[in-house]
């Protein structure tokens, strides 16, 4: 009887040992540029739980730029993307299929802005084409560039002849410009927000995407959004949509925008607090969510993307794109 127990006790934990643990964790691994303001939706999914509660161990691969987050992604180093550019998710899906797929992304606008000009607080000019003769630097990725060539052109500037643009990583903005090493650039939020506070920049020119890519100052410009490879979502349809599901959890949050939200931008991105408290936040939304107006904007965006070179030839949003989440 003792060695009939032994097999039943044997055969039990052999059987507890291959089954899938009520608490195991699937792992995303997510390529991010985790010092700008769309990753908040990351920490928000984090600290508050949403992930455990999906049972996900959600790992950030931290990269300086989107073109990075891209590389990660090919070289098998990342499942997805965090907050990609959407010129750059563009530019590969076009040559490589599949690479990532959207299921959320950030709108901007006038109201919403995260990209922007700014210039040395004593820099004589107020607008895009006061910056002539300028010395500028662009937050670094080729479709940064393209947006920031494309509004000065808007505003009647040719480069290498009416100004000079540089690319700088994100986190040398506020020190360039407060030694004054340029007269200004094309950067992010969080970094604008503290070269003004600071007193060293002031702004001349925010939703620049909506007012003179899109032509409508008020239209969102979905220039980023987070996604997953078209393989992982393939191969792990389970994972992907609980992702998704604290990926929609977040972003519920950051729309009621309450004072825990701020202090994230506190404790994570180097803000601080007196600017965290009033620093315009990006519209973030789920893909399933968009209207057809919606999605119409995306493209006109992506079509800027073909028309000025930066993809190769025309994509569709639809094609990277999906309504993950229940």
């Not at 009887?1 to 195991?24: D, E, G, Q, T, Y």
């Not at 992982?232 to 604290?246: G, L, M, Q, T």
């Not at 493209?299 to 229940?326: C, E, R, Y």
Request: aromatic residues 8%.
């Amino acid at each position: 009887m003792s060695a009939l127990r032994n097999v039943i006790r044997l055969a039990c934990a052999a059987a507890f040992l291959s089954a899938p643990s009520a608490w195991a964790q699937d792992t995303v691994r997510l390529a991010g540029t985790y010092t700008v303001s769309s990753a908040l939706p990351y920490y928000v999914a984090r600290d508050k739980g949403y992930f455990t509660a999906e049972k996900l161990n959600v790992v950030p691969v931290n990269v300086v730029s989107s073109a990075l987050a891209v590389q990660a992604i090919i070289a098998g180093e990342a499942d997805g993307a965090a907050n990609l550019v959407s010129l750059e998710a563009a530019n590969i899906n076009g040559r490589r299929p599949g690479t990532i797929t959207y299921f959320a992304v950030f709108g901007q606008n006038r109201k919403y802005h995260m990209e922007q000009f700014i210039v040395r607080s004593d820099y004589a000019g107020s607008s895009l084409k006061d910056l002539k003769g300028a010395n500028l630097f662009v937050a670094a990725g080729p479709a940064n560039a393209a947006a920031a060539r494309a509004s000065l052109k808007a505003a009647g500037l040719e480069e290498g002849k009416d100004y000079k643009l540089s690319e700088l990583p994100l986190p040398q903005h506020v020190g360039a410009i407060a030694a004054k090493t340029f007269d200004g650039g094309y950067t992010l939020e969080p970094f604008a927000s503290i070269a003004v506070k600071q007193g060293a920049a002031k702004r001349i020119e925010i939703g620049v995407i909506s007012t003179y890519i899109l032509k409508k100052p008020d239209m969102l410009a979905y220039a980023a959004g987070t996604g997953l490879t078209a393989d992982f979502i393939k191969k792990n349809p389970d994972v992907a949509r609980r992702f998704a599901n604290a990926w929609s959890k977040a972003l519920a949050d950051i729309e009621k925008d309450g004072p825990d939200i701020r202090e994230m931008l506190v404790k994570y991105m180097n803000t601080p607090a007196d600017i965290a408290k009033d620093m315009v936040i990006l519209k973030a939304q789920m893909v399933k969510n968009m209207s057809p107006e919606d999605m119409a904007a995306f493209q006109a965006f992506i079509d800027f993307g073909v028309d000025n070179k930066v993809i190769p030839a025309p994509v569709k949003v639809k094609d990277f794109t999906a309504p993950l989440g229940d």
